[in-house]
């Protein structure tokens, strides 16, 4: 079993930058692609992006440029730096995982980021 647990949500105006941290425990030694979903309220779960364990990254198109992820697989975290944010990131941010040997998915909690016009 994984745990996921998130961080760095909060309320930052259009413009400004937010960095959330999801940091993976349990039995995480066969996670090869982790990532970020979000839910805007009244809408369905989004991919934000996606990192496997060669690097390759998926990011919508509505994050590209504005987005990075980073990992750092020794720790089993991984990091998404969110800069240029505007009201429509406004949503739950959830950390996602794949579990390649057991081909089962982990969600964490999920962290309200907020941005304000």
């Known amino acids: 079993q994984v745990q996921l647990v998130e961080s760095g949500g909060g309320l930052v105006q259009a413009g400004g930058s937010l960095r959330l941290s999801c940091a993976a425990s349990g039995s995480s030694v066969s996670i090869n692609t982790m990532g970020w979903y979000r839910q805007a309220p009244g809408k369905q779960r989004e991919l934000v992006v996606v990192m496997g364990f060669d690097a390759f990254t998926n990011y919508a198109d509505a994050v590209k440029g504005r987005f990075t992820i980073s990992r750092d697989d020794a720790k089993n975290t991984v990091h998404l730096q969110m800069n240029s944010l505007k009201p429509e990131d406004t949503a739950v941010y959830s950390c996602?995982?794949?579990?390649?040997?057991?081909?089962?998915?982990?969600w964490g909690q999920g962290t309200q980021v907020t941005v304000s016009s």
């Open positions: 996602y995982a794949r579990d390649f040997i057991l081909h089962r998915d982990y």
